[in-house]
């Protein structure tokens, strides 16, 4: 279990800080950012409530399942799964009240939720986030699959604060706007350096695009991360819209 936590804490930690809210633009960035992220329905992003989703890793010697409730406008967080001796885990917490939580939640549990939100709302960070410099990298060969797709560039300061300052994401996007795979490169020492990694199993929630099947290595063992459980909740409205 301590390898366990090692891991998903440490090493998939593929994000800086996490941004909740859409901001200014620090510096110009390419139109395709904008059309990747409107493609995955920033534009109804405001409808959403809460977002319900469980996070699976499955890695050589790791098994890793966690269940969130996020509410975006309040900034709530609800989370169960398992502490780092297996323990069953429940806690529902304010980020912006983090400072007087217990050390649990601020050292293992908040990380976790910042990891997983990253790889359910990635297009979204990348276009919230003006500490990134995104660049258009041009058509390119795909990493895993066949043919080649349009590769986005997205590098995070190395003096940026967060929990891995330096991470590049490369997206390598298809002419519909949706990412199909992705490069991980990590900007410190920890483990993995890289992750490789599919964009697939496509459903909609609400209004929201969401990828949620992930298959690749991160460097060079087979790691299969996926979502489960995805489903919305409309403002106005108490129902659960599920992912299909």
């Given at each position: ?7 998903t804490?440490?090493c998939l930690?593929l994000?800086?800080?996490l941004?909740l ?5 620090a510096q110009q960035r390419?139109?395709i950012l904008e059309?990747?992220?409107k493609?995955y329905?920033l534009?109804?992003f ?10 699976n ?5 790791v098994?890793?399942s966690?269940?969130w409730?996020?509410e ?5 967080v609800s ?7 297996g323990?069953?885990?429940k806690?529902?917490?304010?980020r912006?009240?983090l400072s ?5 939640v601020?050292n293992d549990v908040?990380?976790?939720?910042i990891n ?10 990348a276009?919230?986030?003006t ?6 990298g ?10 080649s797709?349009?590769?986005v560039v997205?590098?995070y300061?190395?003096e940026?604060?967060?929990y891995?300052?330096?991470d ?5 996007v298809g002419p ?7 490069i991980?490169?990590r900007?410190?020492?920890k483990?993995?350096?890289a ?14 695009l969401?990828?949620t099947?992930h298959?690749?290595?991160a460097?060079g063992k087979p790691l299969?991360l996926f979502l ?7 403002t106005?409205?108490?129902t ?5």
């Amino acid at each position: 279990m301590r390898n366990t936590r090692r891991f998903t804490m440490m090493c998939l930690l593929l994000c800086g800080v996490l941004i909740l809210a859409a901001t200014s633009w620090a510096q110009q960035r390419p139109p395709i950012l904008e059309k990747i992220a409107k493609t995955y329905g920033l534009d109804s992003f405001g409808q959403i409530d809460a977002i319900r989703y469980t996070f699976n890793l499955q890695f050589p010697g790791v098994n890793v399942s966690r269940s969130w409730v996020w509410e975006p406008k309040t900034n709530k967080v609800s989370y169960e799964g398992k502490d780092k001796d297996g323990k069953p885990v429940k806690v529902t917490y304010m980020r912006s009240e983090l400072s007087s939580q217990p050390d649990a939640v601020k050292n293992d549990v908040d990380p976790g939720f910042i990891n997983d939100n990253y790889w359910l709302l990635f297009p979204f960070h990348a276009y919230w986030d003006t500490s990134a410099t995104v660049t258009d990298g041009g058509m390119h060969k795909l990493p895993m699959g066949k043919g080649s797709a349009e590769r986005v560039v997205v590098k995070y300061p190395s003096e940026a604060g967060g929990y891995t300052p330096g991470d590049t994401w490369e997206l390598y996007v298809g002419p519909d706007n949706r990412v199909k795979e992705f490069i991980y490169h990590r900007g410190g020492p920890k483990k993995p350096s890289a992750v490789v990694a599919t964009w697939a199993g496509y459903k909609k929630a609400g209004p929201l695009l969401i990828s949620t099947d992930h298959h690749g290595t991160a460097d060079g063992k087979p790691l299969h991360l996926f979502l489960s459980d995805v489903s919305v909740k409309l403002t106005g409205s108490d129902t659960w819209v599920d992912a299909k």
